[in-house]
């Protein structure tokens, strides 16, 4: 089966720390692609960062990383300085079947407190 | 960057009507159009995938007959919620794939369609 598993429904990180969301996703495919989103009360699902899982590098956009562990079916997400803006609901996604699905794990609401 | 356009962003229908929601790629041809269907707090459901020219690839337990998908161009998809119910109330979101990328795979986002059945 081609899922995408989220375990954390919520995460709670004080402003300026670290936080990690956790993601397992399972495809039998060797090429495929990795998404987090963010969706932010108003819905509009933003794009946070992008993993070609042929790409051996983990991404990286600024205050935002990832952790691909190719064998493991793991990608998790690292938010570094949490900021106020950062609170939203989070996805992770994976387009397969050359690029003619797309995925999505269960959610994990994030909160940042001040 | 490119815009998707999705079209009505909230519709009220009473119960027996079809309602139609578009979704335009409005800079971009999108080979792909993913349609996917959200209740309150949680996860996006796709609902079908369609590819221009060719008939929508429904998942598992989702009616054909009752949302229909159309993509007869590059850069419009539509999706009809036939004889609609208070059940088909929820939040509708379109994904649209781009033909070209020269950059890795980009999907794109329409900002959704609140649909609420009387």
């Known amino acids: 089966a081609q899922t995408v598993t989220q375990s954390q429904p919520e995460m709670s990180v004080q402003e300026a720390e670290t936080v990690t969301l956790s993601c397992t996703y399972d495809?039998?495919?060797?090429?495929?692609?990795l998404f987090w989103y963010k969706q932010p009360p108003s819905r509009q699902m933003i794009l946070v960062i992008r993993q070609e899982a042929y790409k051996q590098q983990n991404a990286t956009e600024n205050r935002f990383s990832v952790n691909f562990q190719k064998a493991a079916k793991s990608f998790s997400l690292k938010i570094s300085d949490s900021q106020l803006g950062d609170a939203a609901m989070y996805f992770c996604?994976?387009?397969?079947?050359?690029?003619?699905?797309?995925?999505f794990g269960a959610g994990t609401i994030l909160r940042v407190k001040s | 960057g490119a815009v998707v356009s999705q079209h009505p962003s909230r519709v009220i229908c009473k119960s027996g009507t079809s309602v139609k929601i578009e979704c335009r790629s409005l800079d971009f041809q999108a080979t792909t159009m993913f349609w996917y269907r959200q209740f309150p707090k949680q996860s996006l459901m796709l609902m079908a995938t369609s590819n221009e020219g060719s008939k929508a690839t429904y998942e598992q337990g989702v009616e054909k007959d009752k949302f229909l998908i159309n993509h007869a161009s590059l850069t419009l998809s539509t999706l009809t919620v036939t004889s609609a119910h208070p059940e088909d109330s929820s939040f509708y979101i379109c994904s649209a794939r781009p033909s070209a990328s020269t950059s890795g795979e980009k999907l794109f986002f329409g900002s959704g369609t609140q649909l609420s059945v009387l």
């Open positions: 996604a994976c387009l397969m079947e050359y690029g003619n699905k797309l995925v």
């Open positions: 495809t039998s495919e060797s090429d495929y692609y």
